[in-house]
T-cell receptor
Framework: DAGVIQSPRHEVTEMGQEVTLRCKPI?????LFWYRQTMMRGLELLIY????????DSGMPEDRFSAKMPNASFSTLKIQPSEPRDSAVYFC????????????FGQGTRLTVV | AQTVTQSQPEMSVQEAETVTLSCTYD???????LFWYKQPPSRQMILVIR??????QNATENRFSVNFQKAAKSFSLKISDSQLGDAAMYFC??????????????FGKGTHLIIQP
């Protein structure tokens, strides 16, 4: 398996623009997670899905952030409009929805908003 | 809310020596899972070791082992025979499994491990 695939690897955008991050989970996994990593706040869980259904989005910082999972093999995280403080590395991870399984992470997307 | 604390922002060890990274957590749950992840400069998150809270035996993976003290809510990682390739950020993480399925991981702030040749 190719693992969790995220695109793009790097994104530079101007403040106010819409940004869409993409994730393809490992085939067969039915839980998907979006994390944000910054120096100040570390790794924060933004939202997670079980069986394509959003379970907990309490970590989504503002209404500017939205996430979708239209099917079991694809998810997006959208920021509209983007702000410089959104600059971070965004990780997608997937796992099986059962006990004692670890989450497998993608390579992350480094987002820079200028 | 669950919290994970790593009190050592940075640790340094000589190659071939042993180092222990500390982690404490706070939870009211009785059944949960603990993990150590490694993040090298490539930024890929790599699972190092996993511990189920219901298991009394400490997990071991080759040169990596944990000291799990459930009552003290402590979960330290010991790396034996440190190698240059062990240099990375190490994150302690906690996960609870609810009836609805897997919950997300809660991470500590990380410990930067430096290996001195």
């Amino acid at each position: 398996d190719a693992g969790v695939i995220q695109s793009p690897r790097h994104e530079v955008t101007e403040m106010g623009q819409e940004v869409t991050l993409r994730c393809k989970p490992i085939s067969g996994h039915n839980s998907l997670f979006w994390y944000r990593q910054t120096m100040m706040r570390g790794l924060e869980l933004l939202i997670y899905f079980n069986n394509n259904v959003p379970i907990d989005d309490s970590g989504m910082p503002e209404d500017r952030f939205s996430a979708k999972m239209p099917n079991a093999s694809f998810s997006t995280l959208k920021i509209q409009p983007s702000e410089p403080r959104d600059s971070a590395v965004y990780f997608c991870a997937s796992s099986f929805t059962r006990q004692n399984t670890e989450a497998f992470f993608g390579q992350g997307t480094r987002l820079t908003v200028v | 809310a669950q919290t994970v604390t790593q009190s050592q922002p940075e640790m340094s060890v000589q190659e071939a020596e042993t180092v222990t990274l500390s982690c404490t957590y706070d939870t009211s749950e009785s059944d949960y899972y603990l993990f150590w992840y490694k993040q090298p400069p490539s930024r890929q998150m790599i699972l190092v070791i996993r511990q189920e809270a219901y298991k009394q035996q400490n997990a071991t993976e080759n040169r990596f082992s944990v000291n799990f003290q459930k009552a003290a809510k402590s979960f330290s990682l010991k790396i034996s025979d440190s190698q240059l390739g062990d240099a990375a950020m190490y994150f302690c993480a906690y996960r609870v499994y609810s009836g609805g399925g897997a919950d997300g991981l809660t991470f500590g702030k990380g410990t930067h491990l430096i290996i001195q040749p």
